[in-house]
């Protein structure tokens, strides 16, 4: 069974810091989503990195992808309040069932301090 | 473009009755997925459909839980009897082509249920 697992899972950070996020899983994976999620609404796609060293980067956030450690990083810069949310890894495997599914990481909430 | 729809936003019900939660995906998307998000967990997939055929269901409690796309667009899922353990956010998403979890998945705003 795909486990992923992100920390921290609570995450204080003051305006203009930088800080990263983690996201471990547990077996090989084709490809790894980061989705950001505002209490109360929907989740938004940010990122999918598709290979080992795939790095991507929007804004203040860049996501990288090590596949080979098992590992993707979420690193904020320079943080602002607009980035305060729950973000999510999403690592995508095959099921056995014939489908692929997304097993999600239990998400990082972020509050961003002024 | 019209994201994935989904009602009713909020449902309260007491244990043992019955519930049903209305998906409309985007327009032309191929796929559609129910997933659980229970409180301060990442959300699970219940079942995904190809067009109106189950591609996979084996995370849903089918004892209780049912769900189907008609014409391949619109999907229901209904939950009978509830019990308190499904107080959650019910997410529908959708993606274009048929790869599944290969592709991106984008979600609703998600239905929020509280079991009393």
């Known amino acids: 069974e795909l486990k992923v697992e992100q920390n921290p899972l609570f995450l204080s950070m003051q305006e203009g810091k930088n800080y990263t996020i983690y996201c471990n899983y547990s077996?090989?994976?084709?490809?790894l989503y980061w989705y950001r999620q505002d209490p109360g609404k929907s989740l938004e796609s940010l990122f999918v990195l598709l290979s080992n060293g795939a790095v991507k980067q929007e804004g203040r956030l860049m996501a990288s992808l090590d596949t080979k450690a098992r590992l993707s990083t979420l690193h904020i810069t320079a943080a602002v309040h607009d980035l305060s949310a729950t973000y999510f890894c999403a690592v995508s495997a095959y099921s056995g069932a014939g489908s692929y599914q997304l097993t999600f990481g239990k998400g990082t909430k972020l509050s961003v301090i002024p | 473009e019209a994201g994935v729809a989904q009602s009713p936003r909020y449902k309260i019900i007491e244990k043992r009755q019955s519930v049903a939660f209305w998906c409309n995906p985007i327009s032309g998307h191929a796929t559609l997925y129910w997933y659980q998000q229970i409180l301060g967990q990442g959300p699970k997939l219940l079942i995904q459909?190809?067009?109106?055929?189950?591609?996979?269901d084996s995370q849903l409690p089918k004892d209780r839980f049912s769900a189907e796309r008609l014409k391949g667009v619109d999907s229901t899922l209904k939950i009978q009897p509830a019990k308190l353990e499904d107080s959650a956010v019910y997410l529908c998403a959708s993606s274009l082509g048929s790869a599944g979890a290969l592709e991106t998945q984008y979600f609703g705003p998600g239905t929020r249920l509280l079991v009393l």
């Open positions: 077996t090989t994976s084709d490809r």
């Open positions: 459909f190809q067009n109106n055929g189950v591609v996979d």
